[in-house]
């Protein structure tokens, strides 16, 4: 092809550019889409962090943020991780950390709960303790909606198939008991059979129930894991069993005093509902306490069995180690604790339906493994303890208690490391049920009576002195009770004024009984009474009941 004939053919495809007059240009087309925008700032004050340096939040010393921390602890490689929970350490020392945590609860919560299954070590303990330190910086009530995420992650790790795990679930339970035992209390039914599943073995062959596995690892000992476990199911059922009690203080009886021409109504507005949603489901959560009765038994009574297993039936006796005592603290505690649970049901009938399958179930073999060697002895000072809580126990069960146990149990109240809370109650059962003949009543009073005067816990005084004034009610001419009678004028004299107070109604309520001795006690001692109290700062409520105890003491003296 010739060079002219390609340049004819070069012009008819090539497209033709439109011509414009110079000045003049195409318009604009109508479907033409702008990109540019402006952006104003919304602030709003009850959000705002107060931080002058930062105004987006505090941040670490490499200047990251709670949003970057958080999606560093999230990152795929450990060492990113790792630096995201220093990061997060570092901001929770700082001062705005209450208001931090209170913004990101759930966020944060979600974050850390997943790394307490990490797999490397380091991560997961250092997870565990920001976890508990998060949540101890908000109330109750905001966690509270979170009690579900944490429950299946503390299930998930307590029944992980990695030992290291499971026993890492431990120390997240410890977290969450000291800085969220509101969740534990709330879900200790849940929980306890969780912690179980680590030492029990429910899959052996032949077996009626739960047997103790035999789990040992790399850094504890069988024996040593089974302590760890019953340790922390014994703080959970302390904090089931001080809930109980506090709802019975709420659920008492408010007493108002009465001003002529006030109104008081029957029913206090301030208390909301008399009849919270919460209590339709008191029936069925009440029930899980047999179950965990039912599983717990058996594991604790071959635990025992098992850390005793090495003596022989001639050589056993009640000498105990220092090991041997911590794990019966935490059986015997364990027992007590769940009888003292299924005797404060709110159905008195299922309580002691529940009391009467444990004994019919267990009775024996607690009689043979525990009764049978009281009181234990040891170096560790935990034996007393041990011995006290085996007595609750006993009475618990056993409705007839027998005259040896009954002057054993009188031996053990009176033991110097046995906590006073432990005694009162042991003294309070076995003087309300009268198990006791005379010369064991006498002992126990005697030791009671000591008790009072050495007590400065204003509480613990108090009850005492209202045991005591039990007793000066149903038996006035008893020896050692007589003597005390005798005696309350002497310890209004020599008491702080706090207790004054308690002692002066104590003997107006036993003048109220025409108990003729205090009467004459408190003529032959009047001047001295009467100018102690008018040297105290409430001289004028202490006097007014004064003069009560002044009339009747002259109704019963002329």
């Not at 402006?38 to 505090?58: A, E, H, L, M, W």
């Not at 090991?323 to 649970?341: F, P, R, S, T």
Request: proline letters at 4%; hydrophobic letters at 35%.
């Amino acid at each position: 092809m010739s060079r002219k004939r390609k340049k004819e053919d070069r012009a008819k495809t090539q497209l033709k550019k439109p011509k414009t007059a110079p000045g003049k240009h195409l318009p604009k087309g109508t479907n033409e889409t702008k990109t540019e925008f402006k952006v104003t700032k919304i602030v709003i004050p009850g959000q705002q962090i107060n931080t002058t340096s930062c105004p987006d939040g505090p941040t670490t010393s490499k200047n990251i943020g709670i949003k970057e921390v958080m999606h560093k602890m999230t990152h795929f490689s450990q060492a990113v991780r790792s630096d995201g929970l220093d990061g997060l350490k570092e901001l929770l020392s700082s001062p705005s950390a209450r208001s931090l945590v209170a913004g990101n609860l759930s966020k944060l919560t979600a974050t850390l709960v997943t790394l307490v299954q990490d797999r490397e070590k380091k991560i997961r303990k250092l997870a565990v303790s920001l976890l508990g330190q998060s949540l101890g910086q908000v109330s109750p009530g905001q966690v509270r909606p979170l009690h579900p995420l944490l429950s299946a992650h503390l299930s998930c790790c307590l029944t992980n198939i990695d030992p290291r795990i499971q026993q890492d679930g431990l120390t997240l339970l410890d977290a969450l008991i000291d800085s969220s035992p509101d969740f534990v209390e709330s879900h200790f039914s849940g929980i306890i059979p969780n912690c179980l599943d680590q030492i029990s073995n429910k899959k052996s062959s032949g077996s009626k129930g739960p047997n103790v596995a035999a789990n040992v690892t790399e850094s504890m000992t069988a024996l040593q894991w089974r302590l760890a476990v019953l340790t922390r199911v014994n703080k959970i059922l302390e904090l089931a069993v001080n809930k109980d009690r506090d709802n019975a203080v709420k659920e008492g009886a408010k007493h108002v005093e009465h001003v002529p021409g006030q109104y008081h109504s029957l029913l206090d507005t301030g208390l909301g509902q008399p009849f919270s949603l919460s209590t339709l489901t008191e029936g069925q959560s009440s029930s899980s306490i047999c179950d965990n009765i039912m599983l717990l038994m058996p594991l604790l009574i071959e635990t025992w069995v098992e850390a005793r297993a090495g003596e022989s039936k001639a050589s056993k006796s009640s000498n105990l180690t220092s090991d041997c005592v911590d794990l019966l603290a935490n059986i015997a505690g364990i027992m007590d604790k769940l009888l003292v649970i299924a005797g404060n049901t709110t159905d008195s009938s299922e309580g002691a339906q529940i009391l009467h399958k444990v004994k019919s179930k267990f009775w024996g073999d607690i009689k043979q493994q525990f009764l049978k060697y009281l009181p234990f002895k040891s170096s560790n000072v935990m034996a007393q303890k041990c011995n006290a809580l085996l007595c609750c126990v006993n009475i618990a069960l056993d409705p007839a208690l027998s005259t040896q146990m009954a002057d054993v149990s009188v031996k053990i109240c009176g033991g110097k490391h046995v906590p006073i809370d432990l005694k009162i109650r042991e003294y309070r059962e076995l003087l309300d049920k009268n198990r006791l003949d005379d010369n064991q009543k006498e002992s126990l009073l005697t030791t009671l009576t000591s008790l009072s005067s050495s007590v400065d816990h204003s509480k613990d005084k108090q009850t005492i002195l209202g045991i005591l004034q039990r007793e000066a009610e149903l038996c006035p001419g008893q020896k050692v009770t007589q003597n005390w009678i005798e005696n309350l004028p002497d310890q209004i004299i020599r008491s702080e004024e706090e207790a004054k107070q308690d002692l002066l109604n104590i003997s107006l309520h036993l003048l109220k009984t025409s108990n003729r001795c205090l009467a004459e006690r408190l003529v032959s001692v009047w001047d001295q009474v009467d100018a102690d109290i008018s040297r105290c700062k409430e001289s004028e409520v202490l006097g007014k009941t004064l003069g009560f105890i002044n009339f009747y003491c002259t109704k019963l003296t002329v």
